[in-house]
């Protein structure tokens, strides 16, 4: 379940990058989250349990691939990083210094190789390079997501203007319907509906 956004401890209103992508997927998610304070129970899904089991087992496991294809000098896991700023914290799994010195981040999903990473995981990882650009003097240009059901694929992420703009554009969405309280519009996509926890509740 996502922290509320106003419980972190530098006192600061602020959101994680599991707000914003639940935000993406449904702007629902946000009203029902963090002005209703109905909780998702997301523990209970098996994606969710199976990611934490693979999260936990990442440091034993497939480092030096990293390496290779990518020019890692070294790397730190499970980096928190926050921003008053930007009113955003998280924990990213990986931040990578490259060969060129620059930063990246890198966050593994348990889901089966992909030749693109998904729109909600490109906003993550543009959302943690947010946060690490602000925390470091290190240039962030790109990101990273790897793809570990079954065979393993590593995706590049640029960071754009664009996708800064897009990220910062939905933190300010989420953060005036907690200020207004007012219910914003479901997804269009209506089979996103069926595998959501609050589909009994939501008219």
């Known amino acids: 379940m996502s922290a509320a956004p106003f419980s972190d401890t530098e006192r600061s209103p602020m959101l994680t990058p599991s707000d914003v992508l639940e935000h993406v997927y449904c702007p629902r998610f946000t009203w029902f989250m963090h002005v209703q304070n109905i909780p998702q129970y997301e523990d209970r899904r098996f994606k969710v349990l199976k990611g934490r089991e693979v999260h936990q087992r990442r440091e034993t496991q497939n480092k030096a691939y990293l390496r290779?294809?990518?020019?890692?000098?070294?790397?730190?896991?499970?980096?928190?990083?926050?921003?008053?700023?930007?009113?955003?914290?998280?924990?990213?799994?990986?931040?990578?210094?490259?060969?060129?010195?620059?930063?990246?981040?890198?966050?593994?999903?348990?889901?089966p190789p992909r030749e693109e990473a998904f729109?909600?995981?490109?906003?993550?990882?543009?959302?943690?390079?947010?946060?690490?650009?602000?925390?470091?003097?290190?240039?962030?240009?790109?990101?990273?997501?790897?793809?570990?059901?079954?065979?393993?694929?590593?995706?590049?992420?640029?960071?754009?203007?664009?996708?800064v703009e897009e990220a910062s554009g939905m933190i300010d969405e989420i953060f005036a319907i907690i200020a207004t309280g007012s219910i914003p519009r479901r997804t269009p996509y209506r089979i996103r509906c069926q595998d959501c926890c609050y589909k009994n509740i939501c008219v």
């Open 68 to 111: 290779k294809k990518i020019g890692v000098v070294k790397k730190e896991t499970a980096v928190y990083l926050a921003s008053a700023r930007l009113r955003l914290r998280g924990i990213v799994d990986e931040l990578l210094w490259l060969e060129d010195g620059s930063i990246a981040p890198l966050d593994y999903k348990f889901t």
């Open 119 to 163: 729109k909600t995981h490109r906003m993550q990882i543009t959302l943690y390079a947010m946060l690490a650009s602000d925390a470091y003097p290190e240039v962030v240009h790109k990101g990273f997501v790897a793809y570990i059901r079954g065979a393993a694929s590593l995706i590049e992420v640029p960071i754009t203007d664009g996708a």
